[in-house]
């Protein structure tokens, strides 16, 4: 049985900092790409970063410089860490394992950027 857990959402001030964590089971971890995804209310869900299992990574452009994946293979855990936050990051965050045309989705945390 698979399953992606997420942790680390919550309500952060614009400019401030989360780090969400994906931990896997039921997968041989190491060989899914990671991604993170995300959803607003009312628009379509959204890549925000992908790292493949040799570690190479792609972001959308409006979190390039702002957001940092990782993956710690041993823990079959894969990290977001976001900095400078905007109001704009806001959304429900999904954790996605993917390998050719499987994919398994975690249940979401929310992410909230507000004063």
């Known amino acids: 049985q698979v399953q992606l857990v997420e942790f680390g959402g919550g309500l952060v001030q614009p400019g401030g900092s989360l780090r969400l964590s994906c931990a896997a089971s039921?997968?041989?971890?190491?060989?899914?790409?990671m991604s993170w995804y995300r959803q607003a209310p009312g628009k379509e869900r959204e890549l925000v970063a992908v790292?493949?299992?040799?570690?190479?990574?792609n972001y959308a452009d409006s979190v390039k410089g702002r957001f940092t994946i990782s993956r710690d293979n041993a823990k079959n855990t894969v990290y977001l860490q976001m900095n400078s936050l905007k109001p704009e990051d806001t959304a429900v965050y999904y954790c996605?394992?993917?390998?050719?045309?499987?994919?398994?989705w975690g249940q979401g945390t929310q992410v909230t950027v507000s004063s």
């Open positions: 039921g997968v041989t971890f190491s060989t899914y790409a």
């Open positions: 790292i493949y299992s040799v570690a190479t990574t």
């Open positions: 996605n394992a993917r390998k050719h045309s499987t994919a398994f």
